[in-house]
T-cell receptor, first 109, second 114 residues
């Protein structure tokens, strides 16, 4: 079967760096997405990786290793507004998205 | 600049009642999706559509029906609501079959079935 694993919850301090990991086993691979979802709101797109390596976008970076079935989202200079759930999703060979359950990130002052 | 719009945003139903959720997108997207999101679980696909007049079952289709009569609209129906259908429902859209671009989500519809 297809599976996406990510930690349920993480806590970090304002101003620090946090890395959220995602491992996946899917039928084929057409890219990996990270979405941010604030409580009570819709998910919003953060990043897309289809090739191995690091993609940087401001304070957020996303890394992919296809051979290891592994990705991480790196958040730098954490702000209180970064408190949210972070969803990892993989697009399989049928171009369908398989979603992880999400990682709730709690930022403490 | 509406994007994806869902109506209604909140609804309370009694067991056995029926209702329809409407999703409208103004981005000329081919693909549209209905997901449900429950605490501690990832987004689960209910039904999806790859174009006007087409629909397909997702991961959890039982108890739901859909229609895509117009390209911009995707309707999700509950014929006989059950408490297990209490959830937050999200509609989403994206460009096309090999378009690996992002999904655009509606704001969500919170449904409670008593």
């Amino acid at each position: 079967g297809q599976n996406i694993d990510q930690p349920t919850e993480m806590t970090a301090t304002e101003g620090a760096i946090v890395q959220i990991n995602c491992t996946y086993q899917t039928s084929g691979f057409n890219g990996l997405f990270w979405y941010q979802q604030h409580a009570g709101e819709a998910p919003t797109f953060l990043s897309y990786n289809v090739l191995d390596g690091l993609e940087e976008k401001g304070r957020f970076s996303s890394f992919l290793s296809r051979s290891k079935g592994y990705s991480y989202l790196l958040l730098k200079e954490l702000q209180m507004k970064d408190s949210a759930s972070y969803l990892c999703a993989v697009m399989d060979s049928n171009y369908q998205l398989i979603w992880g359950a999400g990682t709730k990130l709690i930022i403490k002052p | 600049n509406a994007g994806v719009t869902q109506t209604p945003k909140f609804r309370v139903l009694k067991t056995g009642q029926s209702m329809t959720l409407l999703c409208a997108q103004d981005m000329n997207h081919e693909y549209m999706y209905w997901y449900r999101q429950d605490p501690g679980m990832g987004l689960r696909l209910i039904h999806y559509s790859v174009g006007e007049g087409t629909t397909a079952k997702g991961e959890v289709p039982d108890g739901y029906n859909v229609s895509r009569l117009k390209k911009q609209n995707f309707l999700l129906g509950l014929e006989s609501a059950a408490p297990s259908q209490t959830s937050v429902y999200f509609c989403a859209s994206r460009g096309g079959s090999t378009d690996t671009g992002e999904l655009f989500f509606g704001e969500g519809s919170r449904l409670t079935v008593l």
